[in-house]
C-alpha cells in the first residue's frame, strides 16, 4: 500500500465523514490509501470527539436518555431478581445421605504380614506401618484376581467417584 500523507484536503474529508457518523474501516475505504488504524489514529490525534452511531446530533439527543436507560435497567434488575444475595447465604445446609460406615477392620494374623523379601505375587500389597521402621511389612492376605489387594484393601482402595465425591462434600460441610 502507497503511504499517503494527510493533507488539508484529506483532513477536512476525514473530520467530515467522522462526524457524519461513519466508520473508520469506510472513512479508510474513502480515503484510499490508509488503513482503519491510521483513520482511528489520526482522529485521536485531532482530537475529534467520540460519537455514537448516527453522528454527532444522535450523541448530544441520546445522552440523557442513555442515563435513562442505565436506572431502568438497574431498576428491572432489582425487580426481576429472583431472590436477594443476602437471602442466598443464608439457604439451609443440603442434607446429604449418612456415608457408609467403613467396614470394620479385620485383624490379620501376626504370620500374615510379610517383608518385601517374602511377598509374592498372589499376595496383598497394603502397606502396614512406617516404611522407614525395622517393623514395616505388608498384609500379606490372598490378593483378588488382577488386583494388589485383598478384598479387605480393595474396598478401601476402590471406591467408586460417586462416594468419593459424596464423602468430600459432607467433609466440607463440618
Known amino acids: 500500500m502507497e503511504a499517503v500523507g494527510w493533507t488539508d484536503d484529506r483532513v477536512a474529508l476525514l473530520r467530515r465523514l467522522w462526524e457524519d ?3 473508520a474501516s469506510k472513512i479508510a475505504a474513502q480515503l484510499g490509501g490508509v488503513t482503519r488504524n ?3 489514529g489520526k482522529v485521536h490525534r485531532l482530537g475529534l470527539a467520540g460519537r455514537a452511531r448516527g453522528g454527532e446530533e444522535a450523541t448530544a ?3 440523557p436518555s442513555k442515563t435513562v436507560e442505565i436506572e431502568t435497567a438497574i431498576a428491572v434488575v432489582e425487580t426481576q431478581a429472583p431472590e ?3 437471602i442466598l447465604s443464608h439457604r439451609p445446609t ?3 445421605p449418612a456415608p457408609k460406615p467403613a467396614p470394620a477392620p479385620t485383624a490379620l494374623a501376626v504370620s500374615q504380614r510379610v517383608t518385601i523379601m517374602d511377598l509374592r505375587e498372589s499376595m496383598c500389597r497394603w502397606p502396614l506401618g512406617d516404611p522407614t521402621t525395622p517393623e514395616f511389612r505388608f498384609c500379606g492376605a490372598r490378593s483378588i484376581t488382577g488386583l494388589p489387594y485383598c ?3 480393595a474396598e ?3 471406591q467408586p467417584a ?3 465425591k459424596r464423602d468430600r462434600r459432607v467433609a466440607s460441610f463440618r
Open 84 to 86: 436477594p444475595v443476602a
Open 156 to 158: 478401601i482402595a476402590y
Open 162 to 164: 460417586a462416594e468419593r
Open 94 to 96: 443440603p442434607e446429604f
Open 61 to 63: 439527543a441520546a445522552a
Open 38 to 40: 491510521a483513520v482511528i
Open 151 to 153: 478384598t479387605h484393601h
Open 21 to 23: 457518523g461513519q466508520s
